[in-house]
T-cell receptor, first 117, second 112 residues
Framework: NAGVMQNPRHLVRRRGQEARLRCSPMKGHSHVYWYRQLPEEGLKFMVYLQKENIIDESGMPKERFSAEFPKEGPSILRIQQVVRGDSAAYFC???????????????FGQGTRLTVV | AQSVTQLGSHVSVSEGALVLLRCNYSSSVPPYLFWYVQYPNQGLQLLLKYTSAATLVKGINGFEAEFKKSETSFHLTKPSAHMSDAAEYFCAVATGTYKYIFGTGTRLKVLA
């Protein structure tokens, strides 16, 4: 059973370009979460998606960032017109639907390390 | 609101010595608590989790953590450090929802 798959593992973009980060959840998982880890910091929640729905995007920057999780295919985190401050590790996690009153463990991918030059 | 504080961004121990990584949380409702380990350029691997079943939680690689409500703590320990334990460790809290709140991490160095 493959874990959460993220690609690419490393991505280099010039300022102003677009970055597309992909995440395939574990088999049977319908919930995807994106986190960002800035250098020397912990992970910060960005967005929570179910298939074709954004449930919570309270951690997403208001501009340039978007996320989707289509009916078919991986979840995509898209960053338009990247700037140097977007350089970070972006982690995706997936889980089965949270049970009633209980947090379900999320399984993390190995991350995509974005470098903006 | 929930929060996590990890005391000590860097901890060094000798091989064979006790490992103690500190985590204090803040939560207005009973929390779920997690410890994750991250090796260089890798993702996060779950070490252990507390979900109110037992206050002493045993995890992988010989790690364990004790939930102390009175101290709002969930410190991670291992009796004897091994060189392979060198990594960054993150404490996280969640409160029955999907959103994890992570601490800023503690980088563990193991000295030969």
């Amino acid at each position: 059973n493959a874990g959460v798959m993220q690609n690419p593992r490393h991505l280099v973009r010039r300022r102003g370009q677009e970055a597309r980060l992909r995440c395939s959840p574990m088999k049977g998982h319908s919930h995807v979460y994106w986190y960002r880890q800035l250098p020397e910091e912990g992970l910060k929640f960005m967005v929570y998606l179910q298939k074709e729905n954004i449930i919570d995007e309270s951690g997403m920057p208001k501009e340039r960032f978007s996320a989707e999780f289509p009916k078919e295919g991986p979840s995509i985190l898209r960053i338009q017109q990247v700037v140097r401050g977007d350089s970070a590790a972006y982690f995706c996690a997936s889980s089965p639907p949270p049970g009633q009153g209980m947090n379900t463990e999320a399984f993390f991918g190995q991350g995509t390390r974005l470098t903006v030059v | 609101a929930q929060s996590v504080t990890q005391l000590g961004s860097h901890v060094s121990v000798s091989e064979g010595a006790l490992v103690l990584l500190r985590c204090n949380y803040s939560s207005s409702v009973p929390p779920y608590l997690f410890w994750y380990v991250q090796y260089p350029n890798q993702g996060l691997q779950l070490l252990l989790k507390y979900t109110s079943a037992a206050t002493l939680v045993k995890g992988i690689n010989g790690f364990e953590a004790e939930f102390k409500k009175s101290e709002t703590s969930f410190h991670l320990t291992k009796p004897s450090a091994h060189m392979s334990d060198a990594a960054e460790y993150f404490c996280a809290v969640a409160t029955g929802t999907y959103k994890y709140i992570f601490g800023t991490g503690t980088r563990l160095k193991v000295l030969a």
